[in-house]
């Protein structure tokens, strides 16, 4: 099963660029990386998703080694409104199923 | 239009006591998924439908738990004779046709058991 694990928590001030990183070591050839970013009483948001090298959309980036076992969620220029928890998600036994990690719980300071 | 959405949005049972909660997804969005998520971890899969077929329930934690969407839109999970341990945030998520890997949250149902 392709397991994911990600730092607890960080801390990062407003307007610094924020890295998360994500490692799952066990992902499969079909299998893409999706994050999603929760706020607190609410549902988890789609942030972004690739399956290899760079994507970049308006919220952010996502950093895929050639060997696809990590990947890095890039947030540029930060606000307290980035503060979430931030979940890497790698699809587990087919496409039905999908298992959230941890999370990193981002928080910004002013 | 509109979003996924929920409801109850909080629900306070006795134990013992059954409840339902409803899932209405996106218009449209053919696959729909129920999670459980308790107090300060992740979303933990429960059961995947594709239109009114239940593809996937090997995340249910026991057979008190069952869900249905009979007209493969709307959605019920219904948990029959509520435990203290079933206390979670329960939140449904719809994708649309050939994305499943982007999926559309609601805001949840909180359930308490006393």
């Known amino acids: 099963l392709a397991k994911t694990t990600q730092p607890i928590s960080m801390d990062s001030y407003e307007g610094q660029e924020v890295n998360i990183t994500c490692s799952h070591n066990?992902?499969?050839?079909?299998?893409?990386i999706t994050w999603y970013q929760q706020f607190p009483s609410q549902g988890p948001r789609f942030i972004i998703q690739?399956?290899?090298t760079k994507v970049t959309n308006e919220v952010a980036s996502l950093f895929i080694p050639a060997d696809r076992k990590s990947s890095t969620l890039s947030l540029p220029r930060v606000s307290l409104s980035d503060t979430a928890v931030y979940y890497c998600?790698?699809?587990?036994?087919?496409?039905?199923?999908?298992?959230f990690g941890t999370g990193t719980k981002l928080q910004v300071i002013p | 239009g509109a979003g996924v959405s929920q409801s109850p949005r909080y629900k306070v049972a006795k134990r013992g006591q059954d409840v339902a909660l409803r899932c209405d997804p996106i218009?449209?969005?053919?696959?729909l998924f129920w999670y459980q998520q308790a107090l300060g971890q992740g979303p933990e899969f429960l059961t995947y439908?594709?239109?009114?077929?239940?593809?996937?329930k090997s995340g249910l934690p026991s057979d008190r738990f069952f869900a249905e969407r009979p007209e493969g839109s709307v959605s019920t999970l219904k948990i029959q004779r509520t435990q203290q341990e079933d206390s979670a945030v329960y939140l449904c998520?719809?994708?649309?046709?050939?994305?499943?890997?982007?999926?559309?949250f609601g805001p949840g149902t909180r359930l308490t058991v006393l």
């Open positions: 998520a719809s994708s649309p046709p050939m994305s499943l890997d982007t999926q559309y």
């Open positions: 066990n992902i499969a050839t079909n299998d893409y």
């Open positions: 690739g399956y290899k």
């Open positions: 998600l790698v699809r587990i036994g087919g496409y039905q199923k999908v298992t």
């Open positions: 218009s449209g969005h053919v696959s």
């Open positions: 439908f594709q239109n009114e077929a239940q593809l996937d």
